[in-house]
Each structure stands twice: as structure tokens, then as C-alpha cells.
Nanobody, 117 residues
């Protein structure tokens, strides 16, 4: 079992920055991939960025060059971050933390990001 607790998010003007964080209660070795997804009403949830145990990252084309995913490892907790710069109105969504561990996906509760002037 992996429990994910997100923090961050909120409202920001276009061009601004936000930082999302997620605490995954599991050891480093049991989580294979961590990622951030986002969803807007009426659309499918989409991958924003992911990072593997080895540190390999993957980004959606729409966020490349603006978002940076990173992770910090503690004894029984893995921390996942998403630094979001140059935010655009189309980045508005609920953002979800995701962990792939031993073949199962786990999700956080979601955090709202709103980009509006």
C-alpha cells in the first residue's frame, strides 16, 4: 500500500509559478515510477510528468521547458515535487499525484491549480 498526500496548488496569474508536492508513504525501493497527472471536467486524465527510480523523467509536450519534476527520498517516505513556471490558463486543472508500485497504481486526492487573470 502507498498513501499519497499532496500539497501546494492554488490560484495564480498567467506567467506565474506554483510548486506542488506529494508525500508518498513507502520506501524508495517499492515505488517504480512517480508522476503527476491532471484533469479538467469532461476530459480524460492526462500525464503531465513522471520520474523513475533511476531519475529518468518524461514530460507532456505541453509542459516541456516550463515544468520540472523531482523527487527526494527519505527512509519511509518519498517526496515528489512539480515546479510549474510560466503558467498558462490552459494549465488550469486538478492535479493528481500517482505512484506505480509493484504493478499497482495509487492516487492522491488531487489539488486544484487555477491560472487566471
Amino acid at each position: 500500500q502507498v498513501q499519497l498526500v499532496e500539497s501546494g496548488g492554488g490560484s495564480v496569474q498567467p506567467g506565474g509559478s506554483l510548486r506542488l508536492s506529494c508525500a508518498a508513504s513507502s520506501s524508495f525501493f517499492s515505488i517504480n515510477i512517480l508522476g503527476w497527472y491532471r484533469q479538467v471536467p469532461g476530459k480524460q486524465r492526462e500525464l503531465v510528468a513522471s520520474i523513475t527510480n533511476g531519475g529518468s523523467t518524461n514530460y507532456a509536450d505541453s509542459v516541456k521547458g516550463r515544468f520540472t519534476i523531482s523527487r527526494d527520498n527519505a527512509k519511509n517516505t518519498v517526496y515528489l515535487h512539480l515546479q510549474m513556471n510560466s503558467l498558462k490558463p490552459e494549465d488550469t486543472a486538478v492535479y493528481y499525484c500517482n505512484a506505480l508500485s509493484q504493478g499497482s497504481h495509487y492516487w492522491g486526492q488531487g489539488t486544484q491549480v487555477t491560472v487566471s487573470s
